[in-house]
């Protein structure tokens, strides 16, 4: 079966979407599937070995998100000439804009199915780019429209489901939610991103992701300058870039944490991303944002127990205090929660080690569901189209 999977964002960036696309395509891929990855362009030197083919179109940074890029895929005729020898069965869209627009594009083109896949909360991106309602909601009645005319819809929580729903989608969404990597603790790992990022030893509370108010990483900020009132030794370890990182060190200087704070910068091998998972006492995303508890997955994939604000999506998987920690949306309620679970790290290790055998989630089961939805819908539009 010939794949397209198409992403607006793909690695080296640390970004759940891309991330997400990746996993898919090698999770296809090692099932014998013939897969591709459509995405922009990205200045970031050799990324060969991959077990899928990358077409990339020719794209430019965006303006104040130099993780992202964007570009018009229909004016790179190298890019064109490559799509056009490649005779895909399916594709996969996972944004609703140039990517996305792309792939129904193609999907027209070689009239096969297409499947769109809701990853974000897009009403809270435009709320906060514009800060006008009414170009909010017209954005988002524009990616109603984009997933009205997929053949199918995905997204990856219950959660993000009733997103949908509530900015008006009018049909079937199907759950899918992200899968965990397949892979083991590892010492030597832990040891090398200790040694990477200079983090001293003691209590390690960890936040990755983009470095935006968004994730409400102020809640984590103010939480850990309540709990540094105890005395008590830990750092901060803040994984990732955005546009609000200098606003972010600037606030956390102003709380008086500068000292417990530690910025990785941008991660582009997940060797030192799993290994910060690892050496983390617990992970730190109170995010009401995000639509999938992907990061929580890795982190439980590390043994490492996260402490998300109940009833978001992220929440999902989480049973209190059994295989991770539920706050209320509280700079009291996170810091009670830091400290139970820093005092009484036996306690903790416990819940971690419960975390990787309730909530992991192999990419390869994702994998076998997603190619048997594909098959449906290939035969499907093969009957349509007779």
């Known amino acids: 079966m010939r794949i397209g999977q198409f992403s607006d964002t793909f690695l080296p960036i640390v970004d759940g979407v891309g991330r997400v696309v990746f996993h898919y395509a ?5 099932r014998g599937e013939e897969c591709y990855v459509i995405a922009p362009m990205a200045n970031t030197g050799f990324r060969g070995g991959y077990p899928f083919e990358l077409v990339e179109f020719i794209s430019t940074e965006l303006r104040n998100h130099p993780q992202y890029s964007t570009g018009i895929p229909q004016l790179d005729q190298h890019y064109d000439a490559r799509m056009r020898d490649i005779p895909l069965e399916i594709v996969q869209a996972h944004s609703p804009f140039i990517a996305g627009l792309e792939a129904q594009r193609l999907a027209r083109r070689l009239s096969i199915p297409m499947i769109g896949m809701f990853h974000s909360r897009y009403y809270d991106d435009f709320y906060q780019i514009t800060g006008a309602e009414m170009l909010a909601n017209i954005a988002v009645a524009s990616i109603v429209n984009f997933y009205q005319r997929c053949d199918e819809v995905w997204t990856v929580s219950e959660s993000s489901k009733e997103t949908l729903y509530d900015y008006g989608y009018v049909g079937e969404v199907i759950v899918m939610p992200n899968g965990t990597p397949d892979i083991d603790p590892s010492a030597e790992r832990a040891a090398a991103a200790k040694k990477r990022f200079d983090l001293p030893d003691g209590p390690i509370l960890l936040y990755c992701g983009q470095m935006n108010w968004k994730k409400n990483i102020l809640r984590t900020l103010e939480s ?7 005395g008590k030794p ?8 955005g546009p609000d990182t200098k606003a972010i060190t600037q606030k956390a200087e102003e709380l008086g944490i500068s000292e417990h704070t530690r910025y990785t910068g941008h991660i582009t091998d997940e060797a030192s991303l799993y290994g910060l998972y690892e050496i983390a006492d617990l992970f730190v995303f109170p995010s009401l944002y995000d639509t999938s508890g992907m990061v929580v997955r890795e982190a439980a994939a590390m043994e490492t ?3 998300v604000v109940r009833g978001c999506a992220t929440a999902e998987p989480i049973l209190d205090r059994e295989n991770g920690f539920l706050c209320e949306d509280t700079t009291e309620s996170l810091c009670e929660i830091i400290t139970l679970a820093l005092e009484d790290s036996e306690a903790t290790k416990k819940i971690g080690k419960s975390a990787r055998k309730t909530i992991y989630l192999s990419w390869d089961d994702i994998a076998t569901t997603s190619v048997e939805r594909y ?3 290939i035969e499907r539009n093969k009957k349509i189209a007779k």
Do not use: D, I
């Open 26 to 30: 090698s999770a296809l891929s090692r």
């Open 224 to 230: 850990c300058a309540c709990y540094q009132k105890s």
């Open 234 to 241: 830990f750092t901060l370890v803040l994984a990732g870039q």
């Open 305 to 307: 127990p996260s402490v």
């Open 375 to 377: 098959a449906a819908l």
